[in-house]
């Protein structure tokens, strides 16, 4: 019999391989898709394993996704759930009535209606800055702040949080740091290597990567926090189904070719948009007129798929995106397809029109989600349209 090598240390094996190992009765390479809600007990209150009481509790294709999001993340552990929103839910599901959370202004519309629309009714306040400046962050600390959250890249402004330098501020104060990284993934940026506590993601995105399941998960070093996480999942239910983990886990082995031809075509995309007179301005962090490019350069490893631009109107707005061929018309992001949205009216509804405003959410905004199609093919679906 042959040795399995354990080449883990990069990360295209490391997606490929992490936390798969061949099914031990039949050697079959795939982790099977364990679509059992119990387990026989061999006595009573002995599970095999010690683990395999309920589907709830334990399932042994969800815990094969973890523990590869957990290598890709540099983490430890990560606990997976039923939507990228409940895994934000449960980080905060942390805190208690009369707790602090300085958060990124500019989040995902539906994680800024979580937090001032559930928390804030139970007792949870929160204090909104942009993270970019640090200096924001730590004026905002106060002695009840238990975390801090921050999205970078932000959906959908592409402003850039330095990880580090807030992460040490966060410290300092006694506070966690979460970030989402659902924007730049694992293959472009590890909030953990940086200093982060937490690297929640929306694994409906990049980390599936084909637009077929509704998914988050949460990457972590430390073990107690790891506890934390899976007593609040078990406690409140917000699991993922075993087929969704298995879509997931067969998505992620493909981010790292995904990732390069997302990246590849993002910038494509955002140096034509730039050179285009009939667009005002591109935020991209690739492109080295972005205010935060360097900050980005040191960073992540590569600037993703995702784009926003100002094209000045509503009607503009309308006109670009309801008339694309290969963009689809469509909120969500990350998949292999591209995509095209009005955020103003779509993913950032929700979000009142002067918070909208003062982030630069306007009605002539428009966010692309640059797929892995051919650049050319791309390039001329924009020309058609913009002229
Ligand atoms: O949709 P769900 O899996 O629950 O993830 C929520 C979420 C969390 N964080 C970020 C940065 C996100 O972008 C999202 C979901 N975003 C969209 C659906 C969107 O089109 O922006």
């Known amino acids: 019999m042959t040795e399995q090598p354990s080449p883990r240390s990069r990360f295209g094996t490391r997606a490929v391989h992490a936390g798969v190992t061949p099914e031990p009765v039949t050697g079959a390479i795939m982790t099977p898709i364990f679509q059992t809600s119990t387990y026989v007990q061999p006595a009573v209150g002995e599970p095999r394993g010690g683990t395999y009481d309920y589907g709830r509790t334990a399932n ?24 990228g929103l409940a895994a934000i839910e449960a980080i905060v599901k942390r805190l208690s009535a009369g707790d602090h ?89 590890r909030p953990l290597e940086l200093g982060a506590d937490l690297s929640v993601h929306s694994a409906t995105k990049y980390i599936n990567g084909h637009s077929d399941v509704i998914h988050g998960i949460v990457a972590v070093r430390d073990e107690a926090l790891a506890e934390e996480l899976l007593f609040l999942r078990m406690s409140t239910g917000a699991v993922p189904g ?99 949205s009005v955020p103003a009216l779509m993913t950032h509804a929700s979000v009142p029109e002067e918070r909208r405003a003062a982030m630069g959410i306007t009605p002539g905004l428009v966010r692309l989600s640059v797929g892995i199609e051919d650049e050319a093919d791309l390039l001329e679906d924009l020309e058609r349209v913009l002229g």
Request: aromatic share 6%; proline share 5%.
């Open 242 to 340: 075993p087929m969704d983990c298995w879509l997931t886990l067969r998505g992620v082995k493909t981010l790292h070719v995904r990732m390069r031809q997302h990246n590849a075509n993002g910038l494509a995309v955002a140096r034509y948009l730039e050179a285009h007179p009939r667009v005002d301005r591109v935020y991209y962090p690739g492109l080295p007129g972005h205010p935060q490019h360097e900050l980005a350069a040191r960073q992540m490893d590569g600037f993703t798929g995702m784009v926003s631009v100002d094209v000045g109107t509503l009607e503009r707005a309308r006109s670009l995106t309801e008339h694309c061929r290969v963009f689809a018309l469509a909120e969500s992001l990350g998949g292999v397809e591209s995509l095209i």
């Open 101 to 189: 959370v300085v958060s990124e202004q500019n989040t995902y519309g539906g994680t800024a209606r979580l937090f001032d629309k559930v928390f804030a009714r139970l007792g949870i306040d929160f204090t909104y800055v942009d993270s970019g400046d640090t200096e924001a962050v730590r004026a905002a600390l106060r002695p009840n702040t238990r975390l801090v959250h921050v999205e970078t890249p932000t959906n959908p402004m592409m402003r850039i949080c330095d990880i580090r330098a807030v992460a040490a501020v966060a410290h300092d104060a006694g506070a966690l740091l979460s970030v989402d990284n659902t924007f730049a993934s694992p293959y472009n940026q």
């Open 60 to 83: 042994p294709t969800r815990e094969a996704l973890e523990a590869n999001i957990a290598e890709l993340e540099s983490g430890t552990r990560a606990v997976a759930f039923a939507s």
